[in-house]
């Protein structure tokens, strides 16, 4: 059923033995964790930014590795044998900088299926795309050569990387990832100069677009989020921001006017910066002048139910 909206404080399953076999979110039905909620800034006291989708009390995805995001991740209690895919909006470190210890964790766990890594592409400095980030991180001659089995076409470690390179420019839609469980969609968006895609997430019935950051220039996630169960976007700005920030994020009524028109049945803001906290009620009032959905600021170790 839509009609469900459900939050479970995800931090009360750390409790040790009275619930350690219990699920962390759900034991059914579709479930977005936030390993993340914060902007990478040192006193917002949130994690950077990360997501983990969850399918009957399985881990499927994750969407962004911000730093500490894999001690959420541990702490969950989700294998990382089940999860098919990362997925990443940008190759920021605020987005990636855990990606390192997401592998060496599944080398720990005997990963033995292929594991997905996506995220953008890029052609101009000084960024760099998604295959040449993971080679630097873990080839032969990275920060983690130890990890450069990882690379080879052989399994010697039981698994090995398939990694994918997302167009960030244009407005052409990618839709090359699909599975008995997931079907990935991704769209580039504008957010300054930094080569950047959002996620749609096809799960069972329901549809997850992680927006990421964007400046609403291309005016793309309306129709990339059309009828979507939740939408999750970057509250990085105040309605009252100019300058700069406008070039990478959307005001909290552009946020407001893009859920509207995608028809999302909820808003779910992360990526909550210091310039933003303290300010929600004044953001919320901005987006539902135009937006009449459920509108959710995130916090780290929080389970939302679709």
């Not at 990382?80 to 997401?102: M, R």
């Not at 946020?255 to 906290?277: E, P, W």
Request: aromatic share 6%.
């Amino acid at each position: 059923m839509k009609t469900k909206l459900i939050l479970i404080l995800a931090c009360l399953t750390a409790l040790p033995t009275a619930i350690a076999d219990s699920a962390h979110c759900g034991t059914e039905g579709v479930w977005i964790e936030i390993l993340g909620a914060g902007s990478g800034e040192l006193e917002d006291g949130q994690g950077p930014p990360s997501f983990l989708l969850w399918q009957d009390n399985v881990a499927r995805l994750i969407v962004d590795t911000g730093s500490g995001s894999s001690v959420g991740f541990d702490r969950s209690g989700a294998d990382i044998n089940d999860v098919e895919a990362i997925a990443l909006t940008q190759l920021h470190p605020d987005n990636s900088a855990d990606l390192a210890a997401y592998l060496s964790g599944a080398i720990a766990a005997e990963r033995s299926t292929p594991l997905e890594i996506l995220g953008p592409d890029s052609n101009q400095a000084p960024y760099i795309d998604t295959q040449t980030m993971v080679r630097r991180l873990i080839g032969p001659t990275g920060v983690y050569p130890q990890l450069a089995v990882l690379l080879k076409p052989s399994k010697p470690l039981g698994f090995r990387l398939k990694l994918t390179n997302v167009p960030a420019t244009g407005s052409r839609k990618w839709a090359r990832y699909r599975s008995p469980n997931l079907r990935l969609l991704a769209v580039p968006v504008a957010h300054g100069e930094t080569p950047a895609i959002a996620w749609r997430v096809e799960i069972d019935d329901y549809v997850v677009v992680f927006a990421g950051g964007f400046n609403n220039d291309k005016d793309i996630i309306r129709s990339f989020a059309k009828d979507a169960d939740a939408l999750v976007a970057s509250h990085a700005i105040a309605e009252a921001s100019r300058g700069a920030l406008r070039d990478a994020f959307a005001l909290p009524s552009e946020l407001g006017k893009v859920a509207a028109a995608a028809d999302a049945r909820m808003l779910i803001l992360a990526q909550r910066a210091s310039r933003t906290r303290g300010r929600e009620s004044l953001s919320r009032g901005s987006i539902e002048n135009f937006y009449k959905g459920s509108v959710l600021f995130a916090n780290d170790g929080e389970c939302w139910g679709l």
